[in-house]
Protein backbone atom coordinates (compact mmCIF):
# COMPACT_ATOMS: atom_id res chain seq x y z
CA UNK A 1 0.00 0.00 0.00
CA UNK A 2 1.13 3.56 -1.29
CA UNK A 3 0.26 6.58 0.86
CA UNK A 4 0.94 9.85 -0.90
CA UNK A 5 1.10 13.38 0.72
CA UNK A 6 2.57 16.97 0.64
CA UNK A 7 0.52 18.61 -1.83
CA UNK A 8 -0.92 21.97 -1.68
CA UNK A 9 -1.06 25.55 -3.22
CA UNK A 10 2.11 27.00 -3.71
CA UNK A 11 3.10 30.24 -6.03
CA UNK A 12 4.68 29.69 -9.18
CA UNK A 13 8.78 29.59 -8.17
CA UNK A 14 7.79 28.30 -4.98
CA UNK A 15 8.34 24.37 -3.69
CA UNK A 16 7.03 21.86 -2.26
CA UNK A 17 7.79 18.30 -1.51
CA UNK A 18 6.20 15.56 -2.03
CA UNK A 19 6.42 11.95 0.27
CA UNK A 20 4.97 8.59 -0.22
CA UNK A 21 5.36 6.17 2.42
CA UNK A 22 4.99 2.21 1.41
CA UNK A 23 4.12 -0.64 3.75
CA UNK A 24 4.98 -4.41 3.43
CA UNK A 25 8.54 -5.77 3.58
CA UNK A 26 8.98 -5.80 -0.01
CA UNK A 27 9.48 -2.07 -0.55
CA UNK A 28 13.29 -2.10 -1.08
CA UNK A 29 12.81 -4.35 -4.50
CA UNK A 30 10.94 -1.85 -5.89
CA UNK A 31 11.71 0.80 -8.23
CA UNK A 32 9.29 4.03 -7.59
CA UNK A 33 7.64 6.64 -9.68
CA UNK A 34 5.66 9.40 -9.61
CA UNK A 35 3.69 10.43 -11.77
CA UNK A 36 0.78 13.23 -12.44
CA UNK A 37 -2.44 13.63 -14.15
CA UNK A 38 -4.08 17.34 -14.80
CA UNK A 39 -8.00 17.60 -15.55
CA UNK A 40 -8.83 16.83 -18.59
CA UNK A 41 -5.45 14.97 -19.46
CA UNK A 42 -3.88 11.94 -19.39
CA UNK A 43 -1.75 10.76 -16.65
CA UNK A 44 1.91 11.39 -17.16
CA UNK A 45 5.30 10.02 -15.62
CA UNK A 46 7.29 12.02 -13.63
CA UNK A 47 10.34 10.75 -12.55
CA UNK A 48 11.52 7.21 -11.76
CA UNK A 49 14.07 6.11 -9.33
CA UNK A 50 15.86 2.34 -9.02
CA UNK A 51 15.09 -0.02 -6.00
CA UNK A 52 18.47 1.17 -4.95
CA UNK A 53 18.29 4.79 -5.38
CA UNK A 54 21.46 4.20 -7.64
CA UNK A 55 19.75 5.17 -10.99
CA UNK A 56 16.74 7.79 -11.65
CA UNK A 57 15.14 8.99 -14.79
CA UNK A 58 12.76 12.11 -15.44
CA UNK A 59 10.60 13.50 -17.71
CA UNK A 60 11.79 16.49 -19.87
CA UNK A 61 9.54 18.87 -18.43
CA UNK A 62 10.86 18.85 -14.89
CA UNK A 63 14.99 18.05 -15.28
CA UNK A 64 16.99 20.57 -13.45
CA UNK A 65 13.53 21.31 -10.82
CA UNK A 66 12.39 18.35 -9.43
CA UNK A 67 14.37 15.58 -7.72
CA UNK A 68 13.61 11.68 -6.72
CA UNK A 69 14.94 10.37 -3.26
CA UNK A 70 14.16 7.59 -1.70
CA UNK A 71 14.81 6.30 2.41
CA UNK A 72 14.48 2.62 2.12
CA UNK A 73 14.96 2.18 5.68
CA UNK A 74 11.53 4.44 6.58
CA UNK A 75 10.18 3.10 3.41
CA UNK A 76 9.45 6.15 2.05
CA UNK A 77 10.20 8.01 -1.68
CA UNK A 78 10.17 11.64 -1.84
CA UNK A 79 10.05 14.46 -4.27
CA UNK A 80 11.36 17.48 -3.72
CA UNK A 81 10.11 20.21 -6.63
CA UNK A 82 11.73 23.30 -7.47
CA UNK A 83 10.71 26.57 -9.58
CA UNK A 84 7.12 25.19 -10.04
CA UNK A 85 5.11 26.53 -12.56
CA UNK A 86 1.60 26.44 -13.39
CA UNK A 87 1.78 23.82 -15.49
CA UNK A 88 2.99 21.64 -12.90
CA UNK A 89 -0.79 21.73 -11.39
CA UNK A 90 -1.93 17.79 -11.04
CA UNK A 91 -2.67 15.34 -9.05
CA UNK A 92 0.59 13.65 -8.02
CA UNK A 93 0.65 9.36 -7.68
CA UNK A 94 3.22 7.74 -6.61
CA UNK A 95 3.80 3.77 -8.15
CA UNK A 96 5.82 0.71 -7.66
CA UNK A 97 7.11 -0.91 -10.26
CA UNK A 98 9.15 -4.17 -10.10
CA UNK A 99 10.85 -2.95 -13.64
CA UNK A 100 11.27 0.68 -13.86
CA UNK A 101 10.44 3.01 -16.76
CA UNK A 102 8.33 5.56 -17.33
CA UNK A 103 4.90 3.51 -18.70
CA UNK A 104 2.34 3.42 -16.37
CA UNK A 105 1.70 -0.56 -17.37
CA UNK A 106 5.06 -1.05 -16.06
CA UNK A 107 4.11 -0.27 -12.30
CA UNK A 108 1.72 -2.32 -10.21
CA UNK A 109 0.68 -0.67 -6.96
CA UNK A 110 -0.26 2.80 -7.06
CA UNK A 111 -1.19 5.28 -4.15
CA UNK A 112 -4.04 7.97 -3.92
CA UNK A 113 -2.86 10.65 -5.11
CA UNK A 114 -2.10 14.45 -4.24
CA UNK A 115 -2.75 17.38 -5.33
CA UNK A 116 -0.33 20.31 -6.31
CA UNK A 117 -2.01 23.32 -7.53
CA UNK A 118 0.56 26.22 -8.81
CA UNK A 119 -0.64 29.68 -8.71
CA UNK A 120 0.35 32.12 -11.34
Known amino acids: QLQASGGGLVQAGGSLRLSCAASGRAFGSYGMGWFRQAPGKEREFVVG????????WYADSVKGRFTISRDNAKKTVYLQMNRLKPEDTAVYYC???????????????WGQGTLVTVSS
Open 49 to 56: IAWSGGST
Open 95 to 109: AASLYGGSRPTAYTY
